[in-house]
């Protein structure tokens, strides 16, 4: 062979080996991409709980190289690089993987961090881990474990003393008008207890004390106490009904304080304490009529009324959220099973003055 045919034969196996070789490592690196991590334990039971309450939601883009960065390989954006750092429009965020609805946008604060900051999540949204650092805590989404930053506790940002440290990245913003919730306000004595168990609900988004049912614009807590002003201490609760039904919602009420007490929860004496639903629809009356048909057939002399819902008027700053922020907090409300079993869980305590 000559030494022309050589030096061509030599360069065309040199090109086949780099091809094979380059060949070989996509496939290795393809192998070695980072995988989500299993779940055992408690974590593993509670995400399979939230999973099981989420249908399967629209489905949502490829995502893109940076995206893949944070959410699947927890890596973290540039800060003041995000289009969310300091967005502030009436809406929704969900979860960029997966379109689960994780903050609300009236959650969202100005921190000046760089990152999108909140200082509260939708109930059952958000995981948190020990970060491998062993420093801080991470957060995650609890339907597709994407990453979504972390949770710093302490800083004083806002009365609730909490910040979620969010990649823009990890989100896509929901304008309200597309935010598909629904609406319950209940009135069972004192609102301190109501809420503190409403809130417990998984799917239920947010949850707000404040008056109803009276003729007083905008009243005080002051004055709807001497019962002059016929409002009734109620709390709203917002929930996705694509994850907790309204039954389910008014089932609870009927089990965490005692329809057949009238004007009055345990040692609250008052046409304010009275056992109201207030009915944003007529599917919502008839439901809740079902279930005080129910109890009355089970022997209860249920004396809840049914009225159509008026204007909510929110209710002092220092009301809501109030037993989370007290731990001391006493609040007249016992579950009692009269649909079945339900545990309660324990809240988790964020006092206002957290070191």
Known sequence: ??????????????????????????????????????????????????????????????????????????????????????????????????????????????????????????????????????????????????????????????????RHCVNSLSLVFVPREKVKVERAILAGGCFWGVEHFMKQIEGVISTGCGYTGGDMRSPSYRQVCTGRTHHAEAVEVVFDPTRVTYETIVKRFFEIHDPTQLNRQGPDVGTQYRSVIYYTSEDQRRTAKKLIEILKAAGYDVVTELVPAEHFWAAEGYHQDYVTKHADAEICHAPVARFGKWEPKKPEFRPDDAP
Not at 26 to 35: G, I, M, Q
């Open 1 to 162: 062979m000559s030494p022309t045919k050589k030096l061509i034969v030599f360069a065309a196996t040199a090109i086949f080996s780099a091809c094979l070789y380059a060949w070989s490592g996509a496939a290795e690196d393809e192998t070695k991409r980072p995988t989500r991590k299993p779940v055992t334990g408690e974590a593993a039971e509670r995400e399979v709980n939230v999973m099981e309450k989420q249908p399967a939601r629209p489905p949502v883009p490829p995502l893109t190289r940076a995206e893949r960065h944070v959410l699947i390989e927890r890596g973290t954006e540039r800060p003041f690089s995000g289009k969310y750092w300091n967005h502030f429009v009436d809406g929704a965020y969900a979860c960029r993987a997966c379109n689960s609805l994780l903050y609300l946008s009236t959650d969202k604060f100005k921190s000046n961090c760089g990152w999108p900051s909140f200082d509260d999540e939708i109930l059952g949204a958000v995981r948190r881990l020990p970060d491998p650092d062993g420093r801080r805590t991470e957060i995650r989404c609890a339907r597709c474990d994407g990453h979504l930053g972390h949770v710093f506790l302490g800083e004083r940002f806002t009365p609730k003393n909490m």
